[in-house]
């Protein structure tokens, strides 16, 4: 079964500085793997999502990016962060072909001050 | 447009009151339905995989249900460690599409 990694827990940053989020994925090769920002009280939504090594969709424009160095490793930047960059984000893993359900990251609760 | 609803956004019961959570979809060449619980501050936990209407799936005190339009989540008898927030997803080709959620709290 697949496991994510995730990390840090929480953070909180100043407004203007830069971000960085990691997330690696064990027991699977080749996933899909997912960003996704959690507003409280709201649904998920989609940010990025990579199918392989360097390739990334970005489903809204943001102030965020994010990048696919390896197979297994999934990561989320920002440059300046903004205060509405705050929230919880969740990385996921899935199967080839979406029939799978998702296993998720324990999420980073982001504030930015 | 793809999209999923939920209803009610937030349910209180008694334990041991016996309801459903709704969750209805609108998605072109559906491949899956999905269940999540959310805990607060943590990441979602899988519960169900539903592929064809008419199927249904258990574990312990929920059991999951799928038409062609919607899927129902029926929590039977729950206890206060069962309050959490259910997500419903619907998944089509390499995209997932979750709802909102339903926020359960059980009183005991």
């Known amino acids: 079964s697949q496991t994510i990694h995730q990390w840090p827990a929480t953070l909180v940053q100043p407004v203007g500085s830069p971000l960085s989020l990691e997330c690696t994925v064990e027991?699977?090769?080749?996933?899909?793997l997912y960003w996704y920002r959690q507003a409280a009280g709201r649904g998920l939504q989609l940010l990025f999502y990579?199918?392989?090594?360097?390739?990334i969709s970005s489903e809204v424009p943001q102030n965020l990016s994010a990048s696919r160095p390896q197979d297994r490793q999934f990561i989320l930047s920002s440059k300046k962060l903004l205060l509405s960059d705050s929230g919880f984000y969740l990385c996921a893993s899935s199967g080839t072909g979406s029939i799978y359900g998702y296993t998720f990251g324990s999420g980073t609760r982001l504030t930015v001050v | 447009e793809d999209q999923v609803t939920q209803s009610p956004e937030a349910l209180r019961l008694q334990e041991g009151e016996s309801s459903s959570l709704n969750c209805s979809y609108t998605?072109?060449?559906?491949?899956?339905l999905f269940w999540y619980r959310q805990d607060p501050g943590k990441g979602p936990e899988f519960l169900f995989t539903l592929y064809s209407a008419g199927e249904e799936k258990e574990k312990e005190r929920l059991k999951a249900t799928l038409t062609k339009k919607e899927s129902f989540l029926h929590i039977t008898a729950p206890k206060p460690e069962d309050s959490a927030t259910y997500l419903c997803a619907v998944s089509n080709f390499n995209k997932f599409y979750f709802g909102s959620g339903t926020k359960l709290n059980v009183k005991p």
């Open positions: 998605v072109s060449g559906l491949r899956g």
């Open positions: 027991g699977t090769s080749n996933p899909n």
């Open positions: 990579s199918v392989g090594i360097g390739q």
